[in-house]
């Protein structure tokens, strides 16, 4: 985990170096490792080392940090299963925001032959989240919950304008879906998408697809990454843009209540 954490602070240092404001993460950023490592690894939020590390990256960098997910040991009664959890720390290293995974991944017969069951090993959350940034009034969600399009219409009758998406997207389902996803969230809500994505190999027989992604309110792909490396995109969050595209195709505003089927 120190190792990683020690390329995030470079990764953050040199995105506000070029100007940003706030930084995302992907899911599972501090380390994404086979089920017993990642138990092994998963203290308590106020134990956790990436928990201390993410705080002092955002108040030397002056920015703030969205740390995509981590996975923290958060016991509740007769269930010992780690939570998936976002943090969201202000330019003075300050906890602003928490949210834990509501939609776990549970699937199988994948394409590479994989099956997964994320709610083996976590607890899923129950309680969307909305908060002011720098960016904008920003909701929050990690991977999977993006399969959930009445989430993000939540979010938006909320009140945000940005949708906070970080992932670690299979390869054989990011080819299928993840642009086509991303692009459906925007358009859907007129938000921006931001979604920071694990790329490349992590362990044997695992990999994920990378292809961070920047999507317009008009679902406009205007940043992407690869699918291999590590990097850092960005792009500045026109708030007038988001005025634009609900402006041009009301479809919050026209939604109609109905009976049936």
């Given at each position: 985990?120190?190792?990683?954490?020690?390329?995030?602070?470079?990764?953050v240092?040199?995105?506000?170096?070029?100007?940003?404001?706030l930084?995302?993460?992907?899911?599972?950023?501090?380390?994404?490792a086979?089920?017993?490592?990642q138990?092994?690894?998963?203290?308590?939020?106020?134990?956790?080392?990436?928990?201390?590390?993410?705080?002092?990256?955002?108040?030397?960098?002056?920015?703030?940090?969205?740390?995509?997910?981590?996975?923290?040991?958060?016991?509740?009664?007769?269930?010992d299963r780690?939570a998936?959890r976002?943090?969201?720390?202000d330019q003075n290293?300050?906890?602003?925001?928490r949210?834990?995974?509501?939609?776990?991944?549970?699937?199988?017969?994948?394409?590479?032959?994989?099956?997964?069951?994320?709610?083996?090993r976590?607890?899923p959350?129950?309680?969307?989240r909305?908060?002011?940034?720098p960016?904008?009034?920003?909701?929050?969600?990690i991977?999977?919950?993006?399969?959930?399009?009445?989430?993000?219409?939540?979010?938006?009758?909320?009140?945000?304008?940005?949708?906070?998406?970080?992932?670690?997207?299979?390869?054989?389902?990011?080819?299928?879906?993840?642009?086509?996803?991303?692009?459906?969230?925007?358009?859907?809500?007129g938000?921006?998408?931001?979604?920071?994505?694990?790329?490349?190999?992590?362990?044997?027989?695992?990999?994920?697809y990378?292809?961070?992604?920047?999507?317009?309110?008009?679902?406009?792909?205007?940043?992407?990454?690869?699918?291999?490396?590590?990097?850092?995109i960005?792009?500045?969050?026109?708030?007038?843009?988001?005025?634009?595209?609900?402006?041009k195709?009301?479809?919050?505003?026209?939604?109609?209540?109905?009976?049936?089927?």
């Amino acid at each position: 985990m120190a190792a990683g954490l020690d390329r995030i602070a470079g990764f953050v240092a040199d995105a506000a170096g070029r100007g940003a404001r706030l930084v995302m993460l992907p899911e599972m950023s501090a380390m994404l490792a086979p089920g017993p490592e990642q138990r092994a690894a998963a203290l308590a939020e106020a134990e956790h080392p990436a928990v201390a590390a993410f705080a002092r990256m955002a108040r030397e960098a002056g920015i703030w940090l969205h740390c995509g997910s981590i996975a923290v040991g958060a016991p509740a009664a007769g269930d010992d299963r780690l939570a998936n959890r976002t943090l969201v720390f202000d330019q003075n290293g300050v906890i602003v925001a928490r949210y834990d995974k509501i939609h776990l991944f549970d699937v199988g017969d994948l394409a590479d032959g994989q099956s997964y069951r994320e709610s083996d090993r976590y607890r899923p959350g129950d309680q969307a989240r909305v908060i002011d940034t720098p960016a904008g009034r920003m909701g929050l969600s990690i991977c999977y919950d993006l399969r959930f399009p009445h989430l993000y219409q939540a979010l938006a009758d909320a009140g945000a304008s940005v949708l906070a998406i970080p992932a670690a997207f299979t390869v054989p389902t990011g080819r299928a879906h993840w642009h086509a996803l991303m692009r459906a969230r925007a358009i859907e809500t007129g938000c921006w998408v931001m979604a920071p994505a694990q790329a490349g190999e992590h362990y044997p027989g695992r990999r994920t697809y990378g292809h961070s992604l920047i999507v317009s309110p008009w679902g406009e792909v205007v940043a992407e990454a690869d699918g291999e490396s590590e990097g850092v995109i960005l792009a500045d969050l026109d708030t007038d843009a988001v005025t634009a595209a609900r402006s041009k195709v009301p479809s919050l505003a026209n939604r109609r209540s109905f009976t049936g089927p």
